[in-house]
Each structure stands twice: as C-alpha cells, then as structure tokens.
C-alpha cells in the first residue's frame, strides 16, 4: 500500500482507456451504505469547502514487454461490463445520494493515446492529476490507463474509494491478467456473472433496520464503549494532535517477518490457541502495556463482510469495523496473550454485519463517526488470485495522499513476506513516537520465533 506521492514508476508511453456509452443513466432506488454515504458525504463536503483530496483507491501492476492495446482494450470491456461498480454509482452531489445505473452491454471501452512522459515526476504528477479529475468529476468515478516499455508496461486503475477495497482491487489483478492474457492469445474467457453490491446494500439496509439499542448483536460494541467511557482508543504514545483534528497524513511501510518467518510465526500462535492475526493484535497489546501500562487493549478492526462464497466476486466496499477488546493476563507474555486476542476477535468478527454506522447511531447520543477512523487491520493477502505474482508484477495498491487524526495499521501477510503499513498525523510527536512503538512491535514478534526467551 503505497501513497501516490511515493511511487516511483517509469516513464513511457501513456494511454488511457477510456468509458463511452450510447445510453443515459438511469435511476435506481437501493439507498447507499452506511459506509459509502459517510464516504461521499464527507467528499462533496470538502469539494464544497475548495479542500484538496484524493479519495480514490487504486492499483498498478506490470506486464511483460510493450503492452498489447488491442488485448488491454478488450480485457477493460469485459470487465466493466461484468461489475456492477463501474456501471451503477450514487451521485454525491445529491441531497439523497440518489443512484443511477447504465445497462452494461452499453459500456464500450477505447484506448486514448496521452503521450510520451519522460521523467518519473512529470509521469506521477501526471496520473495524480488525472485520477483526481476522473474519480471525482466523472460518473461512475474510474480511470484506467497503461505506461507502455519496450521491457515492462505498467497497468493501473483508479476507483472513487465508494466503490470499492482492497480485496476487490486485489481480485481485479487477477481478473484483468486473465483477461488480457486471452485476449492475446484469442481465446475467450468465460467469467461468470459477478453478484452487484446493490444486493449488499439492500440487505444492509433490512438488517440495520431491525437492529435496535438491546439487540444482542450490539452487545460487542456496548462493552467496548463502555471500557473508553463511550470514545474510541487513543494510541499509545503522542501524537501532537489533542483536538483531534484531520491533519497531513504520512505513511510509513516496515517489512516484519520474511515468509518463513510468517508461516513459523503463524506456527508459533496456534500451538498457543490462536493465529496470525491473533498473535499480531497480541504484540500490538503487549507494546502498548509496556508504553502506558494499560492491560486492556481496544480497537477497531476491519473484517469482510462477504459471508458467502458467491459474494467473492463482489466488487465493491465490502469491508466493516468491527470492535476488538481483550485484557491482558496477569504477568502479561505473547505466549499467554495469544489466545484472549484470538477469543476477543472471534467475539467481535461476530458483528461483522453490524454496520459500524449503524451501531453508533443507536448507542450513542450524537452518533458521531470520525472521517477516518483508527485502525488496526489483519489481512492475508495469500489465498487472492494471482498473489504469488505480484512481487514479480511489482503489484502495489495506490492511494492518495494520507490525512490522518490518529494512527491506522495495516498488517498484511503475502506468500513472501509479512509487513506494516502505518498511516499517521504527519507531526513531530508522531514521528518520534510511532516508529519506536512499531519497532517494539515488531520486536516482540520476532522474539518470539527465537524460543521462550520473551519477557515484558
């Protein structure tokens, strides 16, 4: 997960692939999620106000040689014909965020050539600018484009971040590669009808509307409001930020454990009734115990909200916070903590349909969801389609530049490597103080694949 203003591709030739259709939208009646009206909402606010963002998603990846635009066209078609994302949207502008859609087999894609750029800050700024333009002013908000090579072409696509996640670009890389690869050789593909996320919408919607303030459902979030006084968890060391405030953002990326570490590490956790992602919530607790002395650790962590083995094809926001709480145990060790984080994620992974939104509505009074919550995410990025070939394809998620209250963590565990992204307010106080809790972190883990030597 890289910010844009990090990325450091190559010049070339640049081609953008453009959508046209022959058909006016027309409106639909699913009312957005909870997720995607806070989204859009806060966006049309800041176009409002004239303040710059970047609220997009997007990926870059590299093919072999000089790209086939012929093939690349082909495989764009196909592909924004099949999901609902690129042909269905919300117009943000709108008072009720009224939808709209297109008939798919209206969509045809065109290559446009842009030019050759020469240098890599002239190739950047250029493909900022273009995906702030396309994802804010156009409809449904998507630009795709290729850098071509004699040696290596770089493919990437941009989405207004309503629309979709990780996971979903993660399926597009495949998806596309696939695509274009048959398109090359001739051959057609046969993709089945990937599900909308319409449906999703819908049955958001009929779910959060039975919910009520004694649902059982909400007594996750009820306990983690209450160990906060009703607030959301600091981080533990200072930030510079007291009034909370939407500031610059930086980013900052460390590599954790190698892939052998990871499978051992993952080893490690279960003989200790747990996994990965319980094992890293542990040393992120354990860190934090050693910085404040607070043994009750809380945080919002993401979880996917595709409950059903035909959803994965869903391209679209399918992701949910859900609330993590655990407490530490009495002499505090990764090996006896292991298995309250894993119990403490299986309790909150249980709500992963309880829209975040939704579950601050009816449990507190002003119902107040920062613009960007703090984080702490797990994600293992191995069993994705095409995951043992992003290394070689150079395969990066995309984003614009950060803005940041607090500090979001992402862990991510791919077939080579385990590692953190850190999103955080971009101050002196944070950047003296994160990397050393993050360096604790990662200590704490690596520690633990040298044998029972861990202490606090």
């Not at 040689?65 to 919300?90: C, I, K, N, P, S």
């Not at 696509?157 to 596309?176: P, V």
């Not at 050393?436 to 972190?441: F, G, H, I, P, T």
Request: with cysteine; proline share 7%; hydrophobic share 40%.
């Amino acid at each position: 997960m890289t910010q844009i203003l990090d990325w450091r591709p190559e010049p070339g030739e640049v081609v953008e692939f453009r959508l046209t259709t022959d058909r006016a939208p027309v409106p639909h009646h699913v009312p957005a999620s909870y997720f995607q009206r806070s989204h859009l909402q806060s966006a049309a606010a800041n176009r409002a106000a004239g303040r710059q963002q970047s609220p997009w998603v997007a990926m870059a990846f590299d093919l072999a040689g000089r790209a086939d635009l012929d093939a690349l066209t082909e495989a764009w078609q196909g592909l924004v014909r099949r999901h609902e994302a690129f042909h269905t949207w919300y117009e943000p502008d709108t008072e009720d965020l009224t939808g709209f859609r297109l008939p798919p087999d209206s969509l045809t894609v065109r290559p446009a050539r842009v030019g050759d750029l020469t240098s890599t800050d002239d190739l950047r700024a250029h493909l900022h600018r273009r995906i702030d333009e396309e994802t804010a002013a156009s409809r449904p908000g998507v630009l795709a484009g290729v850098v071509r090579r004699d040696t290596a072409s770089t493919v990437y696509f941009a989405i207004d971040h309503a629309y979709t996640d990780g996971h979903s670009l993660a399926l597009l890389f495949d998806e596309i590669r696939t695509r274009y690869y048959a398109a090359c050789g001739g051959a057609s593909v046969d993709l089945a009808p990937a599900p909308g996320y319409l449906d999703c919408n819908r049955r958001e919607r009929e779910r959060s509307a039975s919910l009520t303030k004694a649902a059982p459902e909400l007594a996750a979030w009820s306990e983690f409001l209450a160990a906060g006084d009703g607030g959301f968890p600091g981080f533990p060391v200072e930030l510079g930020n007291d009034a909370d405030e939407l500031l610059t953002g930086t980013r900052l990326q460390y590599p954790v454990l190698t892939g052998a570490e990871a499978r051992a590490f993952r080893a490690y956790c279960g003989r200790h009734g747990g996994g990965f992602g319980a094992g890293a919530f542990a040393a992120l607790a354990l860190a934090q115990w050693e910085f404040t002395g607070n043994d009750v650790y809380r945080v919002l962590t993401a979880v996917s909200t595709r409950a059903y083995p035909r959803l994965l094809h869903v391209h679209g926001w399918q992701v949910n916070l859900v609330p993590l709480l655990f407490r530490l145990p009495a002499s505090p060790t990764l090996a006896g903590t292991i298995a309250a984080a894993q119990q403490g994620f299986q309790r909150a992974r249980a709500g992963y349909d309880v829209p975040l939104h939704r579950a601050l509505e009816l449990l507190l009074e002003d119902g107040a969801v920062p613009a960007i919550p703090p984080m702490a995410s797990y994600v293992d990025g191995r069993t994705a389609p095409g995951s043992r070939d992003y290394l070689r394809a150079d395969a990066t998620v995309l984003t614009g530049p950060d803005n940041a209250s607090g500090v979001s963590l992402w862990f991510n565990w791919f077939p080579d490597r385990a590692d953190l992204v850190v999103s955080m307010p971009d101050t002196p106080e944070a950047a003296a103080g994160v990397p050393k809790y993050v360096d604790r972190v990662r200590e704490i883990m690596l520690t633990a694949l040298a044998g029972p030597r861990l202490t606090p």
